[in-house]
T-cell receptor, first 112, second 117 residues
Protein backbone atom coordinates (compact mmCIF):
# COMPACT_ATOMS: atom_id res chain seq x y z
CA UNK A 1 0.00 0.00 0.00
CA UNK A 2 1.21 3.50 -0.77
CA UNK A 3 1.57 5.93 2.04
CA UNK A 4 3.74 8.06 4.29
CA UNK A 5 5.84 6.51 7.03
CA UNK A 6 7.06 8.53 9.96
CA UNK A 7 9.46 7.02 12.42
CA UNK A 8 9.76 6.63 15.29
CA UNK A 9 6.28 7.15 16.69
CA UNK A 10 7.65 8.34 20.04
CA UNK A 11 11.02 10.01 20.56
CA UNK A 12 12.67 11.21 23.74
CA UNK A 13 15.71 13.47 23.90
CA UNK A 14 17.61 15.52 26.40
CA UNK A 15 17.69 19.28 26.06
CA UNK A 16 20.61 20.48 23.96
CA UNK A 17 20.66 17.48 21.63
CA UNK A 18 19.77 17.60 17.97
CA UNK A 19 17.28 15.00 16.80
CA UNK A 20 16.19 13.91 13.31
CA UNK A 21 12.66 12.78 12.47
CA UNK A 22 12.22 10.51 9.50
CA UNK A 23 9.58 10.84 6.78
CA UNK A 24 9.39 8.53 3.78
CA UNK A 25 6.69 8.36 1.11
CA UNK A 26 6.07 5.90 -1.72
CA UNK A 27 3.26 7.88 -3.33
CA UNK A 28 5.54 9.46 -5.95
CA UNK A 29 4.48 12.90 -4.74
CA UNK A 30 6.58 15.91 -5.63
CA UNK A 31 5.73 18.07 -2.64
CA UNK A 32 6.41 17.27 1.01
CA UNK A 33 5.67 19.22 4.17
CA UNK A 34 6.45 19.28 7.88
CA UNK A 35 3.86 20.58 10.34
CA UNK A 36 4.06 21.01 14.07
CA UNK A 37 0.95 20.42 16.19
CA UNK A 38 0.48 21.74 19.72
CA UNK A 39 -2.74 21.42 21.75
CA UNK A 40 -5.16 24.18 20.80
CA UNK A 41 -2.80 25.60 18.19
CA UNK A 42 -3.77 23.66 15.11
CA UNK A 43 -1.06 22.80 12.60
CA UNK A 44 1.76 25.19 11.84
CA UNK A 45 3.99 24.81 8.79
CA UNK A 46 7.69 24.36 9.50
CA UNK A 47 9.21 23.64 6.07
CA UNK A 48 8.01 22.45 2.70
CA UNK A 49 9.61 21.18 -0.47
CA UNK A 50 8.06 21.23 -3.91
CA UNK A 51 10.89 19.41 -5.66
CA UNK A 52 14.06 17.48 -4.89
CA UNK A 53 17.00 19.60 -3.72
CA UNK A 54 14.76 22.57 -3.00
CA UNK A 55 12.83 23.59 0.10
CA UNK A 56 11.30 26.70 1.65
CA UNK A 57 10.74 27.94 5.17
CA UNK A 58 7.25 27.87 6.52
CA UNK A 59 5.82 29.97 9.31
CA UNK A 60 7.90 28.58 12.18
CA UNK A 61 11.21 27.44 10.67
CA UNK A 62 13.51 28.79 13.38
CA UNK A 63 15.38 26.01 15.15
CA UNK A 64 14.62 23.43 12.45
CA UNK A 65 16.43 22.20 9.35
CA UNK A 66 15.49 19.86 6.50
CA UNK A 67 16.98 18.20 3.44
CA UNK A 68 15.41 16.81 0.27
CA UNK A 69 18.04 14.67 -1.44
CA UNK A 70 15.54 12.10 -2.68
CA UNK A 71 11.96 12.43 -3.81
CA UNK A 72 10.86 9.83 -1.28
CA UNK A 73 12.50 11.31 1.80
CA UNK A 74 12.17 14.59 3.72
CA UNK A 75 13.88 14.33 7.14
CA UNK A 76 13.43 17.05 9.74
CA UNK A 77 16.15 17.94 12.25
CA UNK A 78 15.11 19.63 15.45
CA UNK A 79 18.16 21.53 16.63
CA UNK A 80 19.13 22.70 20.09
CA UNK A 81 18.21 26.21 18.94
CA UNK A 82 14.51 25.31 18.99
CA UNK A 83 13.33 26.75 22.30
CA UNK A 84 10.27 24.59 22.80
CA UNK A 85 10.70 21.40 20.77
CA UNK A 86 8.26 19.12 22.61
CA UNK A 87 5.35 18.64 20.19
CA UNK A 88 3.62 16.30 17.75
CA UNK A 89 5.25 16.47 14.31
CA UNK A 90 3.36 15.59 11.15
CA UNK A 91 4.79 14.97 7.71
CA UNK A 92 2.62 15.23 4.61
CA UNK A 93 2.92 14.97 0.86
CA UNK A 94 0.92 16.22 -2.09
CA UNK A 95 0.72 15.86 -5.84
CA UNK A 96 -2.68 17.41 -6.32
CA UNK A 97 -2.57 21.02 -7.42
CA UNK A 98 -5.76 21.50 -5.44
CA UNK A 99 -3.76 21.06 -2.29
CA UNK A 100 -4.89 17.73 -0.89
CA UNK A 101 -2.38 16.59 1.70
CA UNK A 102 -1.67 12.98 2.64
CA UNK A 103 -0.40 12.70 6.19
CA UNK A 104 1.78 10.28 8.08
CA UNK A 105 0.81 9.16 11.58
CA UNK A 106 3.17 11.57 13.26
CA UNK A 107 6.09 11.51 15.67
CA UNK A 108 5.62 12.68 19.22
CA UNK A 109 8.84 14.30 20.42
CA UNK A 110 9.49 14.90 24.10
CA UNK A 111 12.53 16.90 25.16
CA UNK A 112 13.40 17.10 28.84
CA UNK B 1 -2.33 36.07 3.38
CA UNK B 2 -5.11 33.66 4.08
CA UNK B 3 -6.42 32.68 7.51
CA UNK B 4 -8.95 30.33 9.04
CA UNK B 5 -11.07 30.74 12.16
CA UNK B 6 -12.87 27.80 13.70
CA UNK B 7 -15.54 28.92 16.13
CA UNK B 8 -15.59 26.69 19.17
CA UNK B 9 -12.60 24.65 20.22
CA UNK B 10 -14.88 21.97 21.66
CA UNK B 11 -18.35 20.87 20.52
CA UNK B 12 -20.36 18.24 22.33
CA UNK B 13 -23.43 16.54 20.83
CA UNK B 14 -25.61 13.57 21.62
CA UNK B 15 -25.57 10.49 19.43
CA UNK B 16 -28.10 11.02 16.65
CA UNK B 17 -28.05 14.80 16.91
CA UNK B 18 -27.00 17.27 14.24
CA UNK B 19 -23.30 18.07 14.03
CA UNK B 20 -22.36 21.64 13.06
CA UNK B 21 -18.73 22.74 13.09
CA UNK B 22 -18.09 26.32 12.06
CA UNK B 23 -15.31 27.66 9.86
CA UNK B 24 -14.72 31.14 8.51
CA UNK B 25 -11.86 32.06 6.24
CA UNK B 26 -10.15 35.04 4.73
CA UNK B 27 -8.38 34.90 1.40
CA UNK B 28 -7.32 37.44 -1.19
CA UNK B 29 -8.16 35.06 -4.03
CA UNK B 30 -11.00 32.58 -4.57
CA UNK B 31 -10.13 29.88 -2.05
CA UNK B 32 -9.78 26.16 -2.07
CA UNK B 33 -11.26 24.93 1.23
CA UNK B 34 -10.86 21.66 3.07
CA UNK B 35 -12.02 19.78 6.13
CA UNK B 36 -9.74 17.19 7.68
CA UNK B 37 -10.38 14.81 10.59
CA UNK B 38 -7.82 13.57 13.11
CA UNK B 39 -8.27 10.61 15.44
CA UNK B 40 -6.08 10.44 18.57
CA UNK B 41 -2.37 9.99 17.90
CA UNK B 42 -2.87 9.77 14.17
CA UNK B 43 -2.35 11.96 11.14
CA UNK B 44 -5.11 13.87 9.37
CA UNK B 45 -7.49 12.44 6.81
CA UNK B 46 -9.33 14.43 4.18
CA UNK B 47 -13.10 14.62 4.76
CA UNK B 48 -14.03 16.86 1.84
CA UNK B 49 -12.87 19.76 -0.28
CA UNK B 50 -14.26 22.69 -2.22
CA UNK B 51 -12.43 24.00 -5.26
CA UNK B 52 -14.91 25.31 -7.81
CA UNK B 53 -18.44 24.53 -8.96
CA UNK B 54 -21.19 23.28 -6.68
CA UNK B 55 -21.08 25.03 -3.34
CA UNK B 56 -22.51 22.09 -1.37
CA UNK B 57 -19.80 19.49 -1.07
CA UNK B 58 -20.32 15.94 0.16
CA UNK B 59 -17.56 14.03 1.85
CA UNK B 60 -16.91 10.74 3.54
CA UNK B 61 -18.79 9.36 6.55
CA UNK B 62 -21.94 11.38 5.79
CA UNK B 63 -20.36 14.80 6.25
CA UNK B 64 -21.02 17.77 4.00
CA UNK B 65 -20.05 21.43 3.87
CA UNK B 66 -21.39 24.47 2.10
CA UNK B 67 -19.23 27.23 0.68
CA UNK B 68 -20.87 30.61 1.24
CA UNK B 69 -18.84 33.35 -0.37
CA UNK B 70 -20.95 36.19 1.01
CA UNK B 71 -20.39 34.92 4.55
CA UNK B 72 -16.81 33.70 3.96
CA UNK B 73 -17.86 30.46 5.61
CA UNK B 74 -17.40 26.75 5.06
CA UNK B 75 -19.30 25.08 7.89
CA UNK B 76 -19.23 21.29 8.28
CA UNK B 77 -22.43 19.39 9.03
CA UNK B 78 -23.70 15.87 9.55
CA UNK B 79 -27.40 15.17 10.13
CA UNK B 80 -26.93 12.45 12.74
CA UNK B 81 -23.86 12.02 14.91
CA UNK B 82 -22.34 8.62 15.54
CA UNK B 83 -20.00 7.66 18.35
CA UNK B 84 -17.29 7.00 15.78
CA UNK B 85 -17.39 10.68 14.73
CA UNK B 86 -15.63 11.70 17.94
CA UNK B 87 -12.37 13.26 16.78
CA UNK B 88 -10.73 16.60 16.10
CA UNK B 89 -11.73 18.44 12.96
CA UNK B 90 -9.63 20.98 11.09
CA UNK B 91 -10.70 23.49 8.48
CA UNK B 92 -8.02 24.61 6.02
CA UNK B 93 -7.59 27.05 3.15
CA UNK B 94 -5.14 26.68 0.28
CA UNK B 95 -2.67 29.39 -0.57
CA UNK B 96 -3.28 29.50 -4.28
CA UNK B 97 -1.30 32.72 -4.57
CA UNK B 98 1.98 31.03 -3.67
CA UNK B 99 2.61 29.87 -7.21
CA UNK B 100 4.13 26.61 -8.31
CA UNK B 101 2.27 23.39 -8.87
CA UNK B 102 1.54 22.62 -5.25
CA UNK B 103 0.00 24.79 -2.60
CA UNK B 104 0.44 25.34 1.09
CA UNK B 105 -2.49 24.88 3.42
CA UNK B 106 -3.27 27.14 6.36
CA UNK B 107 -5.14 25.32 9.10
CA UNK B 108 -7.56 26.48 11.74
CA UNK B 109 -6.90 25.60 15.37
CA UNK B 110 -9.27 22.68 15.32
CA UNK B 111 -12.57 21.70 16.94
CA UNK B 112 -12.76 18.68 19.18
CA UNK B 113 -16.05 16.86 18.69
CA UNK B 114 -17.39 14.78 21.56
CA UNK B 115 -20.35 12.48 20.99
CA UNK B 116 -22.34 11.47 24.06
CA UNK B 117 -24.36 8.25 24.17
Amino acid sequence: DGGITQSPKYLFRKEGQNVTLSCEQNLNHDAMYWYRQDPGQGLRLIYYSQIVNDFQKGDIAEGYSVSREKKESFPLTVTSAQKNPTAFYLCASSIDIEGILHFGNGTRLTVT
Amino acid sequence: AQSVTQLGSHVSVSEGALVLLRCNYSSSVPPYLFWYVQYPNQGLQLLLKYTTGATLVKGINGFEAEFKKSETSFHLTKPSAHMSDAAEYFCAVSDRASGGSNYKLTFGKGTLLTVNP
